[in-house]
């Protein structure tokens, strides 16, 4: 059977990492759509809310000129960018709690602005909406997902590849989330990959480099995971390993109607509102 893309298993560093944690939860993001409206469902939250806020302005100067990206206040763009998760878009149960989290991204900006590092230097732009090749035409699986900065090395003609974080906490190593992320960069641009880096925008003015997974190494991981998501979505079977953790239980709540639909955002998902008590909030998110 010849390889087909709308037929393909697609997975991403976010959906396998939903998988790894909780099956029920991945069918609840990945899979599951609302009856009455045909979308997928998220739910938003504050951690969330910052995270693509602080993202959305730094990933977007990328496309400008180095000359150019700077010339306009990042925090004016920010307070642009933020008035899309105000409220109970972001998740946010009281403006006090908006307000902390808004303080946190603008600190973050500023910590950008005094010390662009690499965001200063040109970067290389992977020509597709959605970064994406086929791990493997023979189990039909497309791996995707979008690099939030790829610096170019005029050298060494090579790569570095950035990841922001916005979280308080540091991202786990046996994460995913560089190996899949190399692969990506190897097979949809033409330019060898040097090195791989967090810059933890909270806390640090720098990059912290970590060792860049080799492709071997990360295709074989990836791919074992990939085909543990293919037969799950061809068994129908997304059981949650503790029957009701972390994970899967917000989405289980807005199935049982406890959710409050605040809007669509920008892939055609259902975006739910769930109240929380100020200073409950989540720090760990994926991006």
Known sequence: MSADRYSAVWVSHSSTSDFIKCPRAYYLKNVYKNPATGHKMAVTGPALALGQSV??????LS????????????????????????GKRGGFSHPDQEAKYKLRGEAMLRRVIQNPGPLKNQAVKIKMELPHYWLSEAE????CGKIDWLEWLPEIKSVSIIDFKTGKGEEDTTSLQLP????????????????ASY????????????????????YEKVLAIAKQ???????????????????????ENILQGQGELVGVDEINRDIYFLPTEIGQDAESIIL
């Not at 990506?184 to 090195?195: G, Y």
Request: hydrophobic letters at 40%; proline letters at 8%.
């Open 55 to 60: 993202h959305d302005v730094i990933e977007a």
């Open 63 to 86: 496309v400008l000129p180095t000359p150019d990206r700077f010339k306009e206040s990042l925090l004016v763009k920010f307070d642009r960018v933020w008035q899309k998760v105000s």
């Open 140 to 143: 039909n699986i497309i791996l």
């Open 180 to 195: 899949i992320y190399h692969l990506l960069v190897a097979n949809c641009q033409k330019w060898p990959v040097l090195k």
């Open 199 to 218: 810059w933890y925008l909270e806390r640090d003015d720098d990059l912290t480099e970590r060792p860049l997974p080799a492709l071997d190494e990360a």
């Open 229 to 251: 998501i293919k037969l799950a979505r061809k068994l129908e079977i997304f059981k949650c390993p503790t029957n009701g953790c972390r994970a899967c239980t917000p989405f």
